[in-house]
């Protein structure tokens, strides 16, 4: 019998239209942003906030010139302190370093693996500063679960990274209409893909005209730094035919996490918990293993049953910058235990239940809660 084929940890999914929406733009011939770099604007923005105060979308060309275009914006004084969590992906530290910022670390709930108003709060008392100080946070919404900001009670700017997370929900509403900003992104194994590229989203008509000027890189009247970042058409137009299917994505999504938060219910295995309130999009599915030690064996057996998983973080930022470890203890609880599985809109159900029927063999039926 033919072995069945690899599941990856991450996968693409392809729409119907996308590809001939994408040679459309290709044959006319306005391969650079324009009119559809326009268009995916306003129905990005009118998905977010359908009704209400009007929001503006820039589209980019990667997650991090979205978040480097916002801190920018935001106006961050060269050396000043911004508040960022230790478990996250390294682009947050490295847009926050070419902006020439000071990063302020905190630590993160091990259960939600997010940044709490609470672990900023000791970030903050232990760099000696004063919330007044911060020039912003930047609060991810890690593997698509929503940090509550209805209850973040810091006074200060915060730019919402929703790299993970467009699509999840905080009381109902849209992840990136909380903050003074937010950033999306849409690399190729994002929520919806452009291939590369991201989106900064404000209500903030001031903080958007900034936005824009800072892409105004050429045929000024006067000379500022400014960013050759604009989204092309031709993935603009792939991002507008991924948009139109989110629904279904979210509800893919979330029936393969049900599946799987069964499965773990029976073999007594803990996951990522969301946070009251909040709804999320499941961009990742991350088992809480009892140790490194049991993360490592059951990544080591799903791959020889050939599936894919890995740690959804690769390095905290506090060990990349060598932090004391004593007060990031939620972090290193999350990077330690945390192993993340395959959930995507194209997984099958045949493959999900591979993965299901893998976890089994690896941690056995028995329930392991002690």
């Not at 693409?12 to 995916?40: D, K, L, Q, W």
């Not at 905190?106 to 232990?126: C, G, I």
């Not at 990349?320 to 972090?331: I, N, T, V």
């Amino acid at each position: 019998m033919k072995n069945p084929e690899r599941i990856p940890h991450s996968r693409p999914t392809i729409v119907p239209g996308m590809a001939e929406a994408a040679a459309a733009v290709i044959r006319s011939g306005r391969h650079a942003s324009g009119e559809e770099r326009r268009a995916f604007e306003e129905e990005f923005a009118r998905r977010l906030a359908p009704s209400g105060a009007p929001l503006h979308a820039l589209a980019v060309q990667s997650g991090f010139a979205a978040l480097h275009l916002a801190l920018k914006a935001v106006g961050v004084p060269r050396g000043a302190p911004v508040l960022v969590p230790s478990y996250v992906c390294a682009a947050v530290l490295h847009a926050v370093d070419v902006s020439g910022a000071r990063p302020v670390v905190a630590d993160v709930d091990p259960h939600t693996f997010n940044m709490t108003a609470a672990s900023a709060r000791r970030a903050l008392a232990r760099a000696g500063l004063r919330a007044e100080e911060v020039a912003c946070a930047i609060v991810p919404h890690l593997l698509g679960f929503p940090v509550p900001l209805h209850a973040w009670d810091l006074p200060i700017p915060v730019i919402e990274d929703c790299a993970m997370a467009l699509g999840a929900r905080i009381r109902g509403n849209e992840v990136g209409v909380s903050g003074r900003a937010a950033v999306f992104s849409f690399y190729a194994t994002k929520v919806i893909s452009t291939g590369q590229g991201g989106m900064v989203v404000t209500r903030d008509e001031s903080f958007y005209r900034e936005l824009c000027d800072l892409l105004a890189y050429d045929n000024r009247a006067s000379w500022r730094p400014a960013f050759n970042y604009p989204l092309s058409d031709v993935a603009a137009t792939l991002g507008r035919a991924q948009l139109a299917h989110l629904d279904g994505f979210r509800s893919a999504r979330a029936e393969h996490a049900a599946r799987y938060r069964a499965a773990c219910g029976r073999l007594g295995i803990e996951t990522q918990m969301p946070a009251p309130e909040t709804d999320p999009i499941y961009f990742r599915f991350a088992l809480r293993l009892r140790d490194a030690g049991e993360r490592d064996r059951v990544a080591s057996d799903l791959e020889h049953s050939g599936i894919e998983a890995k740690p959804p973080v690769f390095r905290p930022l506090h060990d990349y910058l060598g932090l004391d470890p004593a007060g990031f203890a939620g972090a290193a609880e999350a990077h330690t235990r945390a192993l993340s599985i395959p959930i995507y809109p194209s997984l099958s159900a045949e493959e999900r239940e591979r993965v299901i029927a893998a976890l089994e063999r690896a941690l056995g039926a028995a329930p392991r809660r002690e």
